[in-house]
């Protein structure tokens, strides 16, 4: 498995066959068909088919996937077999949001800590965790080895950030302010802007 | 122009293209080339203009594209050369976070109502709008005529109230719920989930 040569728009559906699979095998269920799992998911049976494939022979003619095998290794391929400590920048009400987000649960990250630059904040606590001076943020982020975080600042600071960020050695932001970054090529952005959501439908509606 | 048939993941990169054409436009830049547009978002110039090509001929050889035609051609075929009322569904955090979000100033969103469950959070105003009772969702939501939602409620009460939003006539759900939701095809979802932003990342790194 040559994991350079897998199309970008092929791992961006992994991790949503990932969270519908969990779901499923919360519930008691512990097979499926590509069938099944494309309703679940909106894509088609062949699509998942070809995508997983890519990956190796996950699935049995006629009984299908095991769920908790296709579990584990979607989990290993897209390497949230471990937790990843994850820093949040930016204590708004969105950082504050998502520092008490209870999605990660399972699915491989955990806040580690988090940061802000105004006075007020620095230093006092949101969901156990003191607020810390990004002053510090290099030094605090190369100490802890954080490789991911969630970028929560405004548009205007977040470029400067993102600078910060990639001094200090992070590999991954998930960013929402509503600003595209400049980044070098070894580290990976993606985006979480509402209105980029919203606009990928209203072009459909009547 | 035949928009019935332009493949979804073009159309999902229209509205990257617009947010970063709207912050150049804001930064005082008139005129842009499918490079340069490219190097801020990440995508090739080929791609941009092949992606722009589909909906008609915006660009000239040389002279590159004219950044407030543009915006204008990118808001007419997305539908946000109007504003949507969009309401937003579950006062937690995350509810909360987005009622103030600052970000839909001139992208086509404006929040025109929000609704929650519990009692003690209904009635109260949160920035300046009336938390109203998801018992009257579907009532209120097909007399404001509410064609677009932000669903924030807990994973487990995700699908029922989108069988409510269904019914009450919405035809786009931007999705925070980290879970995937079964609508009919008429009904466009798209996800909000840090967890597969984050996934998305991880599998790239070492």
Not at 38 to 48: D, H, P, T, Y
Not at 183 to 200: F, H, N, S, T
Request: aromatic share 8%.
């Amino acid at each position: 498995m040559n994991t350079q040569k897998i199309p970008d728009i092929i791992v961006s559906r992994l991790p949503v066959y990932l969270r519908t699979l969990q779901r499923m095998s919360v519930s008691g269920i512990t097979t499926t068909s590509s069938q099944e799992l494309g309703e679940r998911v909106g894509i088609s049976a062949a699509q998942i088919r070809k995508d997983l494939s890519q990956f190796g022979e996950f699935g049995k003619q006629g009984t299908g996937y095991y769920i908790p095998f296709l579990i584990d290794k979607l989990r290993t391929i897209l390497k949230v077999d471990r937790i990843w400590d994850v820093a949040v920048i930016g204590m708004g009400d969105m950082g504050h949001a998502i520092v008490r987000y209870q999605g990660f649960g399972d699915r491989g990250f955990q806040v580690a800590m988090c940061f802000d630059s105004d006075p007020t904040k620095i230093g006092q606590k949101v969901a156990g965790y003191e607020v810390r001076d990004t002053r510090n943020l290099i030094k605090d982020l190369r100490e802890s080895g954080i490789k991911v975080v969630m970028l929560c600042v405004p548009a205007a600071a977040a470029q400067e950030v993102a600078d910060k960020l990639v001094e200090a050695g992070v590999r991954g932001i998930l960013n929402y302010a509503p600003i595209s970054l400049s980044v070098p090529a070894e580290v990976k952005v993606q985006y979480i802007d509402p209105a980029i959501g919203l606009q990928r439908m209203t072009y459909y509606l009547p």
